[in-house]
């Protein structure tokens, strides 16, 4: 079993070429025991949506090659159904398996899937691909009166990096003097204004030593958002004793994340994240629109096609419920629809051109994310797939 932030570019593309003569079949299941305490119900829908496939393969069964097919799905009911056992780990798990040679490959996931059988020429990559852009790493600082806690949110997991102690300063000789030096009906003695500013040194001191830390492992850790929690009295400062480049990243969180247990904490924090990825996702869309006038985007599949073939694209975003054809040159250059490839090169018909889109991206190490309903709303006319360009 293979855990979903272990997997790295190169394994992902290595998934994105997978091909079987007999077909792959991919399999998500939410174990997630918040949706379902004992999985029950989720194994009655993973077994009615097997079982689905499996019939409607059996009634195409007019050949050899499609009786084959059949019969090794009937043989691996087992080991799908394996997925929903309670002792088994993670709640997202993923399975791709490749009917001629019987290959399996297993990931798990801190994070949910939603419930999916698909059998088809390859792998079905493209919730796998929507998870891991969610799961970027991000910086967690919970901070109150005596410490900071630094950790790093990771797929579902969080990780402690380091603790930093808020210093304790013994008072000096502190010399009482008379009365006044304040508003009026407000008194301080010479005492109070020492113990003042001392409390306001110690402060500054303190999230100065904070904000050195943290933007040192948000270069390090590659992190693109860091949740600030630490209650009315400590979210807003320490913030603003942030450097300008890490203080946009932030997600400011008033709670007071201290005493919960390791899970609440997981869960309160992936929550948060959750919330902000569907916003950096509107605000992906509508950059990718501003963008376009000024030659910065690619908008259809025609100049993303020819935006990747050329290694521009930096981020690349598609909706995963289009299905784009298209055809594949011999130099694995990739087209949209009918165009040709200049010079009259020899092409192929791909009919699962999303997945060789994907593999480009990956090759020139653009970003990809795949975007649900982009095609219906804000690429309605780009028929849901543009890209952010390089040059």
Not at 44 to 54: N, P, T
Not at 169 to 176: D, G, I, N, Q, S
Not at 232 to 253: H, L, M, Y
Request: with cysteine.
């Amino acid at each position: 079993m293979i855990r979903i932030e272990q997997l790295d570019d190169a394994g992902v593309r290595d998934l994105a070429q997978r091909t079987d003569e007999l077909g792959v079949l991919s399999v998500y299941v939410n174990a997630d025991p918040s949706h379902d305490a004992t999985l029950k119900g989720t194994a009655v829908d993973l077994r009615s949506r097997f079982r689905e496939l499996h019939r409607r393969m059996s009634q195409n069964a007019d050949s050899d090659h499609a009786r084959e097919i059949a019969a090794r799905l009937e043989g691996l009911w087992p080991q799908i159904e394996s997925l929903v056992s309670p002792a088994a780990s993670g709640r997202g798990r993923i399975a791709f398996v490749t009917l001629g040679s019987g290959d399996i490959v297993r990931l798990e996931s801190a994070m949910p899937v939603a419930n999916r059988v698909v059998f088809d020429d390859g792998p079905f990559i493209h919730p796998l691909l929507e998870l891991l852009d969610e799961s970027r790493p991000g910086g967690v600082v919970i901070v109150s009166a005596d410490d900071a806690r630094l950790l790093e949110w990771r797929a579902g997991l969080v990780q402690a990096l380091c603790r930093i102690e808020r210093d304790y300063v013994e008072a000096p000789h502190e010399r009482a003097g008379q009365i006044g030096g304040g508003p009026a009906g407000q008194f301080h003695t010479p005492m109070r204004e020492q113990r003042e500013s001392r409390e306001r040194h110690r402060t500054q001191r303190f999230l100065g030593q904070v904000s050195k830390v943290v933007a040192q492992l948000a270069g390090e850790q590659g992190w693109e958002r860091i949740l600030v929690s630490g209650g009315e009295r400590w979210t807003d400062p320490t913030i603003a004793s942030f450097p300008q480049t890490v203080r946009g990243k932030v997600i400011a969180d008033d709670r007071i994340l201290n005493g919960l247990s390791d899970a609440e904490l997981a869960t309160a924090i992936t929550e948060q994240f959750h919330r902000h990825h569907k916003a950096r996702e509107e605000q992906l869309l509508a950059q990718m629109r501003d963008a376009a006038g000024s030659g910065l985007a690619a908008l259809g599949l025609s100049e993303v096609a020819a935006a990747l073939n050329a290694g521009r694209v930096a981020h690349l975003v598609y909706d995963p419920q289009v299905r784009y054809t298209g055809t594949v040159g011999a130099d694995g250059a990739v087209y949209g629809g009918d165009e040709t490839a200049p010079g009259a090169q020899k092409l192929q018909s791909e009919p699962r051109l999303t997945e060789r889109l994907v593999e480009r991206a990956l090759n020139t190490a653009a970003r990809i994310t795949p975007i649900e309903g982009a095609a219906s709303r804000d690429l309605k006319d780009a028929a849901g797939i543009a890209a952010l360009l390089r040059w």
